[in-house]
């Protein structure tokens, strides 16, 4: 352009290069979540294909995902370790993005119309941090693990800080619709071209020594301890990357929000490293807000709310009662009607997607309707990714466990040996389980021929068990139920060995149904699958010879029937039942009985915990005689024994499966907090 065209006013080279960049960004972003959306809608392939169209960070961002969405539901270590790759080189691919969105916005040119210039960056920055995060997690090492938390700490800060930005915006255009504004005049009303990243704020390098990293831990200034509060905001925002920025930013902060609230005790070192509480109650409210868009980022937060109600309330005893339940009790129980629009919402916008189907698996057998649900799970068409195929046989596997449909449930979780490597030992040993009562339910017919092949079956799963445990380690130690299981089969071996039996013999309270309160499988029985439970637990049941039967009887295998036979009347209402067989069987014992060698040291927090949800089964059904006062006295009474048992299995040392179980404790002490403040009783 000659200089003469300048003088008159033509365009300037700088501002057209810069408009053109700004259009080749919402188009890479519309592109990419357009493909992204494929991985949801169970078409990988295409996903894959689309994305490698693009050369954007947004395009990186999906690529991410794909390998991201195998890792997780596939803990398989090649796609872990590609995954943190990929997750690497596409933070510092968003940092350089960053600066140059910044260097725009000076020049005049903005892609968003609200935020900060760079802050879809900061947004992409704090996705990578946050995937990373999971990866550290579910590696090997404590270095990695460490790592994690400190990008856990640095995702917040930076989420924080752009919910902080945009509850300033919103206070000072209350009403604006988000359909138009000029860049210019959101640059002037941010007051700077600056994101919300302080200079301090770099990668974790993957270099860094685990001395070098504690130090940097030590030093780390302290946080306010909050998030700061998400305004509640009624618009729609019809700028692409403002959509991107403000559904991302509710769903990575619901998450953490949430993942956090839900930390165990055994965890607790977690909080302080990363210096921040969680809150469930907005944790879920910005993943509702999240899922209004139908982008990546709604369909990601729908999947965690999904999974929220169908999993973790799934396996949490204590929540609202029926009676109580309002919006506030959400987050604390699953509002039916609200997660049922959530499926069909999710089944309308990915339609292919099999998650979908598991999910409605899942709501079914909440409803104690689990031939339903296993007839979901075995319909359809199957997913295209081995790794949601996976889940959808184990979820299979353990909905015939507590249908206690031996064959089905040894089929489906061999069938999760051959597709996933998570844990072979688990997956033995629970074809092991049903082989047993296969075993037994053919001695008790008089079926020799049935009987000799399932005891061989038994003993052969089992054994398989024993030398199948997975290499792979959570934050640096062994799988909690390749520990357990492991400890389980040795047991018995020892047993077997003491007492000149076959191992199949050896075995005392019913491993099946074990397993059914270590899942809280109870909690999706009808009573047909109560009474079935109840008969596996007779002491008629074991093979052994008569004379050999009392040694199988220990304090010990007392206590493990009694934890789970008090979880099956607890289901069918028998709380009287259930509290006396745990003071009988556990509680009136010393505790140091259920410790050491081959001892089964987890029954006695199960036992306290059982307790707890006996009070709190009670407080939901107070005597009818009583008068208003008199039943506010009853209900303030239950629910102070609820937590003050749900505190002393909290305070209980290490023990197996003391993560799984911790998660069903803390969630119980959210659920009375929230029951006092409904009722006006804080302190």
């Given at each position: 352009?000659?200089?003469l065209?300048?003088w008159?006013?033509?365009?300037?080279?700088?501002e057209?290069?810069?408009?053109?960049?700004?259009?080749?960004?919402?188009?890479?972003?519309?592109?990419?979540?357009?493909?992204?959306?494929?991985?949801?809608?169970?078409?990988?392939?295409?996903?894959?294909?689309?994305?490698?169209k693009?050369?954007?960070?947004?395009?990186d961002?999906g690529t991410?995902?794909?390998?991201?969405?195998?890792?997780?539901?596939?803990?398989?270590?090649?796609?872990?370790?590609?995954?943190?790759?990929?997750?690497?080189k596409?933070?510092t691919?968003?940092?350089?993005?960053?600066k140059k969105?910044?260097?725009?916005?000076?020049?005049?040119?903005?892609?968003g119309?609200?935020?900060?210039?760079?802050?879809?960056?900061?947004?992409?920055?704090?996705?990578?941090?946050l995937?990373?995060?999971?990866?550290?997690?579910?590696?090997e090492?404590?270095?990695e693990?460490?790592?994690?938390?400190?990008?856990?700490?640095?995702?917040?800060?930076?989420?924080?800080?752009?919910?902080?930005?945009?509850?300033?915006?919103f206070?000072?255009?209350?009403k604006?619709?988000g359909?138009?504004?000029a860049?210019?005049?959101?640059?002037?009303?941010?007051?700077?071209?600056?994101?919300?990243f302080?200079t301090?704020?770099?990668?974790?390098s993957?270099?860094?020594?685990?001395d070098?990293?504690?130090?940097?831990?030590?030093?780390?200034?302290?946080?306010?301890?909050?998030?700061?509060?998400?305004?509640?905001?009624?618009?729609?925002?019809?700028?692409?990357?403002?959509a991107?920025?403000?559904?991302?930013?509710?769903m990575?902060?619901?998450?953490?929000?949430?993942?956090m609230?839900?930390?165990?005790?055994?965890?607790?070192?977690?909080?302080?490293?990363?210096?921040?509480?969680?809150?469930?109650?907005?944790?879920?409210?910005?993943?509702?807000?999240?899922?209004?868009?139908?982008?990546?980022?709604?369909?990601?937060a729908?999947?965690?709310l999904?999974?929220?109600?169908?999993?973790?309330?799934?396996?949490?005893?204590?929540q609202?009662?029926?009676?109580?339940?309002?919006?506030?009790?959400e987050?604390?129980?699953?509002?039916q009607?609200?997660?049922?629009?959530?499926?069909?919402t999710?089944r309308?916008?990915f339609?292919?997607?099999?998650?979908?189907?598991?999910?409605?698996?899942?709501?079914?057998?909440?409803?104690?309707?689990?031939?339903?649900a296993?007839?979901?799970?075995?319909?359809?068409?199957?997913s295209?990714?081995?790794?949601?195929?996976?889940?959808?046989?184990?979820?299979l596997?353990l909905?015939s466990?507590?249908?206690?449909?031996?064959?089905?449930?040894?089929?489906y979780?061999?069938h999760?040996?051959?597709i996933?490597?998570?844990?072979?030992?688990?997956?033995?040993y629970?074809?092991?389980?049903?082989?047993?009562?296969?075993y037994?339910?053919?001695?008790?017919?008089?079926?020799?021929?049935?009987?000799k092949?399932?005891?061989k079956?038994?003993?052969?799963y089992?054994?398989?068990?024993l030398?199948?445990?997975?290499?792979?380690?959570?934050?640096?130690?062994q799988?909690?139920?390749?520990?357990?299981v492991?400890?389980?089969?040795?047991k018995?071996?020892?047993?077997?060995?003491?007492?000149?039996?076959?191992?199949?013999?050896?075995?005392?309270?019913?491993?099946?149904?074990?397993?059914?309160?270590?899942?809280?499988?109870?909690?999706?029985?009808?009573?047909?699958?109560?009474?079935k439970?109840e008969?596996?637990?007779?002491?008629s049941?074991?093979?052994?010879?008569?004379?050999?039967?009392?040694?199988?009887?220990?304090?010990?295998e007392?206590?493990?029937?009694?934890?789970?036979?008090?979880?099956?009347?607890?289901?069918?209402?028998?709380l009287d039942?259930a509290?006396?067989v745990?003071?009988?069987?556990?509680?009136?014992?010393?505790?140091?009985l259920?410790?050491g060698?081959?001892?089964?040291?987890?029954?006695?927090?199960a036992?306290i915990?059982?307790i707890a949800?006996?009070?709190?089964?009670?407080?939901g059904?107070?005597?009818?005689?009583?008068?208003?006062?008199?039943?506010?006295?009853?209900k303030?009474?239950?629910?102070?024994?609820?937590?003050?048992n749900?505190?002393?299995?909290?305070?209980?040392?290490?023990?197996?499966?003391?993560t799984?179980?911790?998660?069903?404790?803390?969630?119980?002490?959210?659920?009375l907090?929230?029951?006092?403040?409904?009722?006006?009783?804080?302190?």
């Amino acid at each position: 352009m000659s200089r003469l065209s300048s003088w008159f006013g033509g365009p300037k080279v700088e501002e057209v290069d810069h408009k053109a960049e700004v259009a080749a960004e919402i188009a890479n972003l519309d592109q990419a979540m357009r493909a992204t959306n494929l991985i949801i809608n169970d078409d990988i392939d295409g996903a894959e294909t689309e994305l490698r169209k693009g050369q954007s960070t947004y395009h990186d961002l999906g690529t991410t995902l794909v390998f991201f969405m195998k890792a997780i539901l596939g803990f398989e270590k090649d796609n872990i370790a590609r995954a943190a790759d990929l997750l690497a080189k596409c933070e510092t691919r968003a940092w350089d993005d960053l600066k140059k969105a910044q260097k725009r916005a000076a020049a005049g040119h903005a892609a968003g119309e609200i935020y900060p210039p760079g802050t879809e960056y900061e947004v992409v920055v704090t996705q990578t941090q946050l995937m990373s995060a999971v990866l550290g997690v579910l590696n090997e090492s404590v270095l990695e693990a460490m790592k994690s938390f400190l990008k856990l700490r640095r995702a917040y800060i930076t989420l924080d800080a752009i919910i902080t930005k945009e509850n300033e915006y919103f206070k000072r255009h209350p009403k604006r619709n988000g359909s138009t504004s000029a860049s210019a005049s959101r640059a002037s009303d941010n007051g700077s071209t600056k994101g919300v990243f302080s200079t301090s704020h770099t990668p974790v390098s993957s270099n860094t020594s685990l001395d070098a990293l504690s130090a940097e831990l030590e030093n780390l200034p302290a946080l306010s301890g909050t998030a700061a509060a998400a305004q509640d905001i009624d618009v729609e925002l019809t700028n692409p990357i403002d959509a991107f920025i403000h559904s991302g930013v509710n769903m990575c902060m619901g998450i953490l929000m949430l993942m956090m609230s839900l930390m165990p005790p055994a965890f607790a070192r977690i909080l302080s490293i990363v210096g921040f509480k969680g809150d469930r109650e907005a944790g879920i409210r910005m993943l509702w807000r999240s899922v209004a868009y139908p982008n990546a980022n709604g369909a990601f937060a729908g999947i965690m709310l999904l999974n929220f109600y169908h999993s973790l309330l799934a396996m949490v005893d204590i929540q609202p009662h029926e009676a109580d339940f309002d919006e506030s009790a959400e987050p604390y129980g699953i509002p039916q009607a609200k997660v049922e629009a959530l499926l069909t919402t999710m089944r309308e916008r990915f339609p292919q997607s099999r998650m979908w189907l598991i999910e409605e698996a899942k709501g079914l057998a909440t409803q104690h309707n689990l031939p339903a649900a296993i007839g979901e799970l075995e319909g359809g068409t199957q997913s295209k990714m081995k790794q949601v195929t996976a889940i959808n046989q184990f979820t299979l596997a353990l909905f015939s466990m507590s249908a206690h449909d031996w064959p089905r449930m040894r089929k489906y979780f061999l069938h999760c040996i051959e597709i996933n490597t998570w844990s072979a030992s688990l997956y033995y040993y629970m074809a092991g389980a049903a082989s047993l009562e296969l075993y037994r339910d053919a001695v008790e017919r008089g079926d020799a021929a049935e009987a000799k092949t399932e005891k061989k079956n038994t003993e052969q799963y089992l054994r398989k068990a024993l030398d199948s445990p997975t290499k792979k380690k959570f934050m640096a130690r062994q799988l909690p139920f390749d520990a357990f299981v492991l400890r389980k089969v040795q047991k018995w071996e020892a047993t077997a060995k003491e007492l000149h039996l076959d191992l199949a013999d050896a075995v005392s309270v019913s491993p099946a149904v074990e397993m059914m309160y270590t899942w809280s499988g109870p909690k999706f029985m009808s009573a047909t699958e109560y009474e079935k439970a109840e008969k596996c637990l007779a002491w008629s049941r074991l093979t052994a010879p008569a004379d050999k039967l009392e040694k199988l009887q220990g304090r010990d295998e007392l206590a493990v029937r009694a934890v789970s036979l008090a979880s099956i009347l607890r289901g069918q209402n028998r709380l009287d039942e259930a509290r006396k067989v745990l003071n009988e069987e556990i509680l009136s014992h010393d505790k140091n009985l259920f410790k050491g060698d081959h001892k089964e040291d987890y029954v006695v927090p199960a036992a306290i915990h059982e307790i707890a949800a006996i009070a709190w089964a009670e407080c939901g059904q107070p005597p009818a005689d009583l008068d208003a006062e008199e039943m506010e006295a009853y209900k303030k009474e239950k629910a102070k024994e609820c937590e003050e048992n749900l505190e002393k299995a909290r305070m209980c040392e290490s023990y197996v499966l003391d993560t799984r179980l911790g998660l069903r404790i803390q969630a119980g002490l959210s659920t009375l907090v929230w029951y006092r403040k409904k009722n006006g009783w804080e302190a």
